[in-house]
């Protein structure tokens, strides 16, 4: 074994340090938990290096002692014990290192004062919120890393306990030394904070996260928009075709409709033809929901216009769980054969059960699902002919 494995002053202190920043000092200090005397076997020389070692060996053990409280008068101190050696006799070897008490190990890595500020830091809180009691025995490092604007979190959360889901924007609250950007930059402690310091009915447990502070606190956030296209001259709002507006206000415009397309490509959504009595939706991706509240809707024939993939599959089938009668457009067996020179790759295919699929989209499914048409067959909507797009709305059109 090298010299250098064996145990020194330093490795001491490493070890301490890794307690430190492990957090287990100072959770330890604030609970009283009994960690010292604490001690552990060293690592120390084989007895065949004795013999063959043995300056190295004795110049370890006096660097081992210099480090000890035998000669500075704090820190750790060495267990040993004699050994019999049969060429060299009776000698005395280190075995174990001894820090007596949390003091002696602070005193070795230098954090006496620092773990002061904690201690008070966490008392103090402690009289504000002592149900954060097991917060700040589990998060210690964190609730250290946020010293410096701790004063303003408790702020923060003091003006919450008051005032639980506020109805407003973050922008609208009013707390002394306080900005925005202070709570936005900091959702996620104030998250996890507020889901310990709440009860549960001031809290809509459904968000999740720091990017959902907003809904799980009751906050408002920035509201998410519809876009649309009236695709009838004579359906126009005030002359206005393309708009985007608050879900809430698109639920209340019960828009004389007969057919709603529902498209995810923005140009094609732009490009999508006129149609008598109709309206198309597009961008929505997976916030499909947002059309859920939206009743007026389930009037119309619908349609839904997506990738001839996997996931545009999946989509389709969310729809149906907020409008039973939509219809798939371009999304059939039949186009996507007709452009395989046309086809991607889906990366990350579905492999979900959707249960809302007709027969024939199910079959089509499980083909692309199970890769028996190509591995991660994909069409994209904006790939198909705009030619192809003209003729089968005028088939659909036609219908009886």
């Known amino acids: ?89 009776k000698n005395r070897m280190p075995v174990r290192v001894v820090v007596p008490s949390l003091e002696d190990a602070l005193r070795l890595i230098g954090k006496g004062r620092d773990l002061e500020r904690f201690l008070a830091r966490a008392r103090d809180t402690l009289v504000r919120f002592p149900s954060l009691s097991g917060w700040l025995l589990d998060h210690p490092f964190v609730f250290e890393s946020h010293g410096d604007d701790w004063d303003r979190i408790l702020a923060v959360l003091s003006w919450f306990v008051r005032n639980p889901r506020p109805e407003r924007y973050l922008r609208q609250l009013d707390i002394e030394g306080v900005d925005t950007k202070f709570i936005e930059s900091r959702r996620g402690i104030l998250g996890d904070l507020l889901d310990r310091l709440l009860p549960e009915e001031s809290r809509d447990l459904r968000f999740t996260g720091a990017r959902e502070f907003e809904g799980r606190f009751g906050l408002l956030s920035k509201p998410a928009l519809l876009r649309f296209r009236i695709l009838d001259p004579d359906l126009r709002i005030q002359g206005l075709s393309d708009l985007s507006v608050p879900a809430r206000e698109f639920s209340g415009l019960s828009l004389p409709v007969e057919r709603v397309f529902i498209t995810e490509n923005e140009i094609n959504g732009l490009a999508f033809p006129a149609v008598p009595g109709g309206i198309v939706l597009f961008g929505l991706g997976y916030a499909l929901e947002n059309l859920g509240q939206v009743e007026w809707l389930s009037r119309s024939d619908m349609f839904y216009w997506g990738d001839i993939d996997t996931h545009g599959m999946a989509m389709l089938d969310r729809l149906r769980g907020y409008f039973p009668r939509v219809q798939s457009f371009l999304m059939d067996r039949e186009t996507l054969l007709a452009h395989r020179p046309l086809w991607g790759r889906e990366p990350r295919p579905v492999k979900a059960q959707l249960s809302r699929l007709t027969d024939s989209e199910r079959v089509l499914y499980d083909d692309l699902k199970d890769n028996r048409l190509g591995n991660g067959v994909r069409l994209e909507q904006e790939r198909i002919p705009y030619h192809r797009v003209l003729e089968a709305l005028s088939a659909l059109l036609v219908k009886p």
């Open 1 to 89: 074994m090298s010299p250098a494995a064996w145990t020194t002053p330093d490795d001491v202190r490493d070890r301490l340090r890794k307690m430190w920043n492990s957090g287990r000092l100072m959770s330890a200090a604030l609970s009283g938990e009994t960690l010292f005397p604490y001690e552990w076997k060293i690592v120390r020389p084989k007895s065949v290096e004795w013999g063959e070692r043995f300056d190295e060996v004795r110049r370890w053990i006096r660097n081992l002692s210099s480090g000890s409280m035998d000669s500075v008068g704090y820190g750790y101190q060495v267990r040993w014990e004699e050994i019999d050696h049969r060429v060299l006799g």
